[in-house]
């Protein structure tokens, strides 16, 4: 099976799934202009079908055509024996100017020779550079298209490496490469080693790394882009003050200062900071004290599970593609709001949850719990009541992408990420005509207050929750009125109904 064979595979069934013919032709020009060129100037197989190439037989160029790919082949082959030219890329990117690679004669020549080649020999780390590649242009659904349709190579069986598996997710984004940019610079490489040291000595969870490594990067380029050799602490004010300049708020500033000070105190214990005090040890900021968490009372999650029954019942028996893409996003988006709600989980624990951690058996979810990645990682099961498990099992049923192993995934079979996780549960809460801002967290905190209510003992929620500390769970029966603690009490203490109550 040829690259070109299978797109046209790829493309016959989206029209089968109800695509529109313009959506369809769209995605064949995407493939073709992105996808194949990309895998073109990457497959190791291409250089030596450039050097064997017949320029009489592209008729479809035209004379100027096969002129400018005459031209661009003979000074490929002059350069062939170099080693440095081993990878069709770097060639173009050393010799674009004088190519002209932006040429459309030329690219046309490229795609066509990467649609003959069969899909079989796209290995794993070939497929994978691709994808970064296409993702690096940042063209609008380039990568995600191409990733799709190997995807679709995989499904039929004609890719012998599973694109779902592997796949980056966010917080894997601070170790690649690029991420702090080129290697040099005593700050860069600097955060580069204390990033490495989180992961690998103190075992930090890929959240609390990334947490860091997003507030530090920003610190870092800006120390390189004033040239500073040393922080002070007037080279900290300065920071502070350009950031808050930029609209920052307190909160965030604090958690800027709070990231340097242990960032600093690597660099010393490392000496590559030679002083002897922190000079973020000295600066606080008094951030303003945030509102109380905004949770859901009882009339408004049945308000909310309404709406979202209603929109699957909407869109469920649909044929065209829009109404069945609706309907795979409302089961899901149900499923997972009554997951957050009635097991309490952790934004984290969501969006790391895999098709496997569903127990058929028990009936149950298993969830790769928050903390230090090797030292205290826990994994707690819940079993979920008949409601929550039917609307999983319902979301596994519609699923697309057998093979992906994350359980959140967008149509295109993506794994959800964070931000699209809290985006989903704004939407479908704002649906139902609340205008409360309750965020995963807020549907956690709900689910305590809501069991708590019904008479939930603090040793149960504990555990439901996750929670390392009972101060920790005992936090949310602090937020329950003095009526709602009486009633609490009355069904929970063994001895209420004794005393004339």
Same mark, same amino acid.
């Given at each position: *099976?040829?690259?070109?064979?299978?797109?046209?595979?790829?493309? &016959?069934?989206?029209?089968?799934?109800?695509?529109?013919?313009?959506?369809?032709?769209?995605?064949?020009?995407?493939?073709?202009? #992105?996808?194949?060129?990309?895998?073109?100037?990457?497959?190791?197989?291409?250089?030596?079908?450039? /050097?064997?190439?017949?320029?009489?037989?592209?008729?479809?160029?035209?004379?100027?055509?096969?002129? &400018?790919?005459?031209?661009?082949?003979?000074?490929?082959?002059?350069?062939?024996?170099?080693?440095?030219?081993?990878?069709?890329?770097?060639?173009? !990117?050393?010799?674009?100017?004088?190519?002209?690679?932006?040429?459309?004669?030329?690219?046309?020549?490229?795609?066509?020779?990467?649609?003959?080649?069969?899909?079989?020999?796209?290995?794993?780390?070939?497929?994978?550079?691709?994808?970064?590649?296409?993702?690096?242009?940042?063209? *609008?659904?380039?990568?995600?298209?191409?990733?799709?349709?190997?995807?679709?190579?995989?499904?039929?069986? #004609?890719?012998?490496?599973?694109? =779902?598996?592997?796949?980056?997710?966010?917080?894997?984004?601070?170790? !690649?490469?690029?991420?702090? $940019?080129?290697?040099?610079?005593?700050?860069?490489?600097?955060?580069?080693?204390?990033?490495?040291?989180?992961?690998?000595?103190?075992?930090?969870?890929? $959240?609390?790394?990334?947490?860091?490594?997003?507030?530090?990067?920003?610190?870092?380029?800006?120390?390189?882009?004033?040239?500073?050799?040393?922080?002070?602490?007037?080279?900290?004010?300065?920071?502070?003050?350009?950031?808050?300049?930029?609209?920052?708020?307190?909160?965030?500033?604090?958690?800027?200062?709070?990231?340097?000070?242990?960032?600093?105190?690597?660099? *010393?214990?490392? $000496?590559?900071?030679?002083?002897?005090?922190?000079?973020?040890?000295?600066?606080?900021?008094?951030? =303003?004290?945030?509102?109380?968490?905004?949770?859901?009372?009882?009339?408004?999650?049945?308000?909310?599970?309404?709406?979202? !029954?209603?929109?699957?019942?909407?869109?469920?028996?649909?044929?065209?593609?829009?109404?069945?893409?609706?309907?795979?996003?409302?089961?899901?988006?149900?499923?997972?709001?009554?997951?957050?709600?009635?097991?309490?989980?952790?934004?984290?624990?969501?969006?790391?949850?895999?098709?496997?951690?569903?127990?058929?058996?028990?009936?149950?979810?298993?969830?790769?719990?928050?903390?230090?990645?090797?030292?205290?990682? /826990?994994?707690?099961?819940?079993?979920?009541?008949?409601?929550? #498990?039917?609307?999983?099992?319902?979301?596994?049923?519609?699923?697309?992408?057998?093979?992906?192993?994350?359980? #959140?995934?967008?149509?295109?079979?993506?794994?959800?990420?964070?931000?699209?996780?809290?985006?989903?549960?704004? =939407?479908?809460?704002? !649906?139902?005509?609340?205008?409360?801002?309750?965020?995963?967290?807020?549907?956690?905190?709900?689910?305590?207050?809501?069991?708590?209510?019904?008479?939930?003992?603090?040793?149960?929620?504990?555990?439901?929750?996750? =929670?390392?500390?009972?101060?920790?769970?005992?936090?949310?029966?602090?937020?329950?009125?003095?009526?709602?603690?009486?009633?609490?009490? /009355?069904?929970?203490?063994?001895?209420?109904?004794?005393? $004339?109550?």
């Amino acid at each position: *099976m040829t690259v070109e064979e299978a797109r046209q595979s790829y493309l &016959s069934e989206l029209s089968d799934l109800g695509y529109s013919r313009t959506e369809v032709a769209e995605k064949a020009s995407l493939l073709r202009r #992105w996808f194949q060129f990309a895998l073109a100037v990457h497959h190791p197989a291409i250089p030596a079908m450039l /050097k064997s190439v017949d320029v009489k037989s592209l008729r479809s160029l035209g004379k100027q055509g096969r002129a &400018s790919v005459r031209a661009f082949l003979d000074r490929f082959r002059s350069s062939a024996e170099s080693v440095r030219y081993l990878s069709l890329v770097s060639f173009i !990117e050393e010799n674009e100017t004088e190519c002209g690679m932006r040429e459309r004669s030329r690219r046309g020549m490229l795609e066509g020779l990467a649609g003959t080649v069969e899909v079989v020999s796209i290995s794993e780390q070939l497929g994978r550079q691709v994808l970064g590649y296409l993702e690096k242009q940042s063209i *609008m659904s380039a990568d995600a298209d191409s990733r799709a349709f190997l995807i679709h190579c995989f499904e039929k069986g #004609w890719l012998g490496w599973n694109p =779902h598996q592997g796949q980056r997710y966010g917080t894997d984004r601070v170790f !690649e490469p690029d991420f702090l $940019g080129p290697a040099g610079g005593v700050w860069r490489e600097g955060l580069r080693e204390y990033l490495c040291t989180l992961r690998d000595e103190r075992n930090l969870s890929a $959240g609390g790394i990334d947490h860091y490594a997003r507030k530090l990067k920003v610190f870092v380029e800006w120390l390189e882009g004033k040239g500073c050799d040393d922080v002070q602490v007037s080279t900290l004010k300065e920071f502070i003050e350009c950031k808050r300049q930029q609209g920052v708020g307190e909160s965030t500033l604090s958690k800027y200062l709070y990231s340097i000070r242990y960032f600093l105190e690597h660099l *010393m214990s490392v $000496g590559r900071l030679k002083r002897r005090d922190n000079p973020a040890a000295s600066l606080r900021i008094r951030a =303003h004290r945030h509102a109380e968490r905004q949770t859901l009372n009882e009339t408004e999650v049945k308000k909310v599970i309404d709406s979202m !029954e209603q929109a699957t019942y909407r869109s469920g028996g649909g044929v065209d593609i829009a109404t069945v893409m609706a309907h795979f996003r409302a089961v899901r988006d149900l499923a997972m709001f009554l997951l957050f709600l009635f097991c309490g989980l952790r934004l984290s624990e969501v969006a790391e949850m895999r098709v496997e951690d569903l127990d058929g058996d028990k009936r149950g979810v298993r969830i790769q719990a928050k903390g230090n990645c090797r030292v205290r990682k /826990k994994v707690r099961e819940i079993l979920v009541d008949e409601r929550v #498990w039917k609307a999983l099992r319902e979301y596994v049923r519609i699923r697309p992408h057998p093979g992906q192993q994350y359980l #959140w995934i967008g149509w295109s079979g993506a794994p959800l990420r964070l931000s699209s996780l809290i985006k989903i549960i704004h =939407h479908r809460i704002a !649906e139902a005509g609340i205008t409360k801002g309750v965020s995963p967290h807020g549907l956690r905190a709900t689910c305590a207050s809501l069991y708590v209510k019904k008479g939930m003992d603090p040793y149960s929620l504990k555990t439901l929750l996750g =929670h390392q500390s009972l101060m920790t769970t005992m936090d949310h029966y602090a937020r329950l009125t003095e009526d709602q603690l009486r009633q609490v009490w /009355k069904k929970s203490n063994p001895l209420a109904g004794m005393d $004339g109550e």
